[in-house]
């Protein structure tokens, strides 16, 4: 059965660089058939599409985080990772990873598979 | 970018129904059957419900459905029952360089 399961630190300062990790068990990162996004969640507020990659490598980022978003791949740990530089308060959400089918070049924008989610709180 | 818009609010009586509405504009909803809806309980990750305006996945209940007429999205839940009872985010496809917005999310109460 395919999980997910973010990782990473619960409190970051602000300016600094959250980077997130996202486990795949139970299957592979280098799925043909999967894309491999995050989203975020600010407290009591809706959902917010950060950005998603190919296990090759190829991504796809919300234009308003483009410029502060990193995302890459370790297939040799089935693990793909989220950076979000220059962060401030605002910043301060739960991230989570999910999976999205497509093919390569070619995603579909149902994100079928969730993972837990994490809280990450930017203050200084 | 904007989100889309849903109505922040909803609730019906247990067997009855009630229907959660996305309106966007051609940009997204309107222009590409790339809506999906997900439920969120409290303190959980989100569940996708529908795909594609219309699929139901593999164990969501068939008193879940999905429509689309123009601009707007719609979830409709039939039957409904206590464990409905959470919020509701839309989500569609924006295009090649947009990409994925979501709504701003649907509190549904069963009274």
């Known amino acids: 059965q395919l999980r997910l399961q973010e990782s990473g630190p619960g409190l970051v300062k602000p300016s600094e660089t959250l980077s997130l990790t996202c486990t795949v068990s139970g299957g592979s990162v280098s799925s043909y058939s999967s894309y491999w996004g995050w989203i975020r969640q600010s407290p009591g507020k809706g959902l917010e599409w950060i950005g998603s990659l190919y296990y090759t490598g190829s991504s796809y980022y919300n234009p308003a985080l483009k410029s502060r978003v990193t995302l890459s791949v370790d297939t040799s740990k089935d693990q793909f990772s989220l950076g979000l530089g220059s962060l401030t308060a605002a910043d301060t959400a739960v991230y989570y990873c999910?999976?999205?089918?497509?093919?390569?070049?070619?995603?579909?924008?149902?994100?079928?598979?969730w993972g837990r989610g994490t809280l990450v709180t930017v203050s200084s | 970018q904007s989100d889309l818009i849903q109505s922040r609010s909803v609730s019906g009586s247990p067997g009855q129904s009630v229907t959660i509405s996305c309106t966007g504009s051609?940009?997204?909803?309107?222009?590409?059957?790339?809506v999906s809806w997900y439920q969120q309980r409290p303190g959980k990750a989100p569940q996708l419900m529908i795909s594609d305006v219309t699929k139901r996945p593999s164990g969501v209940p068939d008193r879940f459905s999905g429509s689309k007429s123009g601009n707007t999205a719609s979830l409709t839940i039939s039957g409904l029952q206590a464990e409905d009872e959470a919020d509701y985010y839309c989500c569609s496809y924006a295009g090649r360089y947009t990409f994925v917005r979501f709504g701003g999310g649907t509190k549904l109460t069963v009274l």
């Open positions: 051609s940009s997204d909803v309107g222009g590409y059957n790339s």
């Open positions: 999910a999976r999205h089918i497509g093919l390569r070049w070619h995603p579909y924008w149902n994100f079928d598979l």
